[in-house]
C-alpha cells in the first residue's frame, strides 16, 4: 500500500478557491482527494472534479443538488461537507479530514478484523448511512475504500456524489468509476436505488471486513455483473452469527432486505448478546446518546475508546477488567467472539495462551495483525509534517 499522503507533483494545482493543496490523499474516478487546511488550522479532504466532468453540464447540474443534499447529512458517522463550490471553473468539495485507515486499506494490509470489531462496524456504518438517508440521500458508492476507521468509530465518505457522475455519459460502462465488485443487483440491472442499496453494500462490506473478501469474488467487469445478478453470494468464513443476517441484506430483491433499524439492533445483539442479555437491553434503552450501563459502552462506538481494528487489545472496559481479575481473563463477551485465529487454535496451545495473554492477535495467514494506533500515529505524524509546511 502507497503511503497515505503522496506528494505533489506538475499536474496538481498548487491552490484551490484559497486553500493551498499539501499532498494527495487519493485518485478516483471522479478527480483527485487532496489535503489542505482550514484558515483556523482545520485538516480537510478537498476532492477536485476531473476536467471531463466539469465541462459537462449534467454533471454539474446533477453535482450541484448532491452537494448541496450531502451538506444537509448531519451525522456522528458521516464525514462532514465543510465546503464546497460546484460552480467554479473545477468543482470541488471538501469535506473534514478524518485521520485513520480506510477499511479496505486496514483489511489489505491486516487481513480481517475480529469479530467484535466487525459489529462495531456495522452499527456505526448503519448510523452513517441512517443520517445520509435522513437528508434524501442514497450512498450509491458504499465499500471498503469509502469508509475510514477513525478512533472512534468508522466514518463514512464520498456519499450520494456518485449519483452526479452516472448522470453523464461517461461513466455509462461503470468503467470509470471502477469495479463494480460492491454493486448491487439493482444497480448492475439499471434499475432505481433505493436505502436498500445502501443496505445490500453494508452487508458485503461487514462480510468483506469479517472475511477479507468480496461476496462475488473477483474479476472482469462482465463476470462481476453476472455473478451480483444472478449467484448466491459467497459467505465462506463469516462469522456464524453474521452469515444469516447477512444473507439476508444480501438479497437479490431490495424488498426482501431488513432496513437500517433492524440491522442497528442486530449489530447491538450482536456485541452484548453474547455477554450479558438483559444488559444488552438497558443499552438498547438507552438510545443513542443516552447514559449507557455501567460497564458497558455504546455498541456503535459513539464513546468507545476501543479502536475499531485489527488485532485491537481493547479499551477502558478491557483494563478495568483486567486490573479487577489480572491479564488472563477477558470480559465474557470478548473471550466468546474472539478472532479467527484464537478460535482455531487448540485449548492450551502456545497460540490460544498468546491470546488469554492480551497479545497481539495473529491474522489467518499468520501474519502479525498490526493495531490502528499505529497507524493513526503514522498518520498523525504525517499530518503534522504536512501542516508544517504552510497553511493558507
Ligand atoms: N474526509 C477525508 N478524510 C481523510 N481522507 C479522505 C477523506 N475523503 C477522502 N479521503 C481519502 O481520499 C480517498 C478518495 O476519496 P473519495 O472521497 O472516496 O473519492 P473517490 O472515490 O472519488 O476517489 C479515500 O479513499 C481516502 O483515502
Ligand atoms: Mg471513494
Not at 133 to 141: F, I, P, T
Not at 168 to 175: F, I, M, R, V
Not at 243 to 255: I, N, Q, S, T, V
Not at 368 to 392: F, K, S
Amino acid at each position: 500500500m502507497a503511503v497515505r499522503f503522496s506528494p505533489l507533483d506538475q499536474s496538481d494545482p498548487a491552490e484551490i478557491a484559497g486553500y493551498q493543496l499539501r499532498a494527495r490523499l487519493g485518485s478516483g474516478g471522479m478527480g483527485n482527494v487532496y489535503l489542505s487546511f482550514t484558515r483556523g488550522g482545520r485538516p480537510v479532504a478537498l476532492k477536485v472534479v476531473r476536467k471531463e466532468f466539469a465541462d459537462d453540464p449534467e454533471f454539474r447540474r446533477r453535482f450541484r443538488m448532491e452537494v448541496a443534499a450531502a451538506q444537509r447529512v448531519q451525522g456522528i458517522y458521516t464525514a462532514p461537507v465543510v465546503d464546497a463550490d460546484p460552480d467554479a471553473p473545477v468543482p470541488w468539495l471538501a469535506t473534514a479530514y478524518i485521520a485513520g485507515p480506510s477499511l479496505s486499506h486496514a483489511v489489505v494490509e491486516h487481513g480481517p478484523l475480529p469479530e467484535p470489531s466487525v459489529y462495531r462496524l456495522l452499527a456505526g456504518v448503519a448510523e452513517g448511512l441512517g443520517a445520509v438517508h435522513a437528508a434524501g440521500l442514497v450512498h450509491r458508492d458504499l465499500k471498503p475504500a469509502n469508509v475510514l476507521l477513525a478512533a472512534d468509530g468508522p466514518r463514512v465518505i464520498d456519499f450520494g456524489i456518485a449519483r452526479a457522475a452516472d448522470a453523464t455519459s461517461l461513466t455509462g460502462t461503470g468503467a470509470v468509476l471502477g469495479t463494480p465488485a460492491f454493486m448491487t443487483p439493482e444497480q448492475v440491472a439499471g434499475r432505481p436505488v433505493s436505502p436498500a442499496t445502501d443496505v445490500f453494500a453494508l452487508a458485503h462490506l461487514v462480510v468483506y471486513a469479517a472475511t477479507g473478501h468480496a461476496v462475488f469474488g473477483d474479476g472482469h467487469y462482465a463476470t462481476l455483473v453476472y455473478r451480483i445478478a444472478q449467484e448466491e453470494p459467497d459467505l465462506s468464513g463469516c462469522p456464524d452469527g453474521l452469515r444469516e443476517f447477512a444473507g439476508r441484506c444480501l438479497a437479490k430483491d431490495p424488498a426482501q432486505r431488513p432496513d437500517l433499524g433492524e440491522i442497528v439492533l442486530f449489530a447491538k445483539d450482536g456485541l452484548t448478546g453474547q455477554a450479558d442479555d438483559a444488559a444488552g437491553q438497558r443499552v438498547l434503552a438507552a438510545g443513542p446518546g443516552g447514559r449507557h450501563p455501567r460497564g458497558l459502552r455504546h455498541p456503535s462506538g459513539a464513546t468507545a475508546r476501543t479502536p475499531i481494528a485489527p488485532g485491537h487489545r481493547g479499551g477502558r472496559i478491557e483494563r478495568r477488567h483486567r486490573a479487577r481479575h489480572g491479564r488472563g481473563r477477558r470480559p465474557a463477551n470478548r473471550r466468546a467472539a474472539g478472532c479467527p485465529a484464537r478460535a482455531a487454535a487448540p485449548p492450551g496451545t502456545a497460540a490460544a495462551q498468546g491470546h488469554r495473554a492480551g497479545r497481539p492477535c495473529r491474522a489467518p495467514g499468520g501474519g502479525r495483525r498490526r493495531r490502528l494506533p499505529w497507524l493513526q500515529r503514522q498518520g498523525r505524524r504525517q499530518l503534522a509534517a504536512a501542516a508544517g509546511r504552510g497553511r493558507h
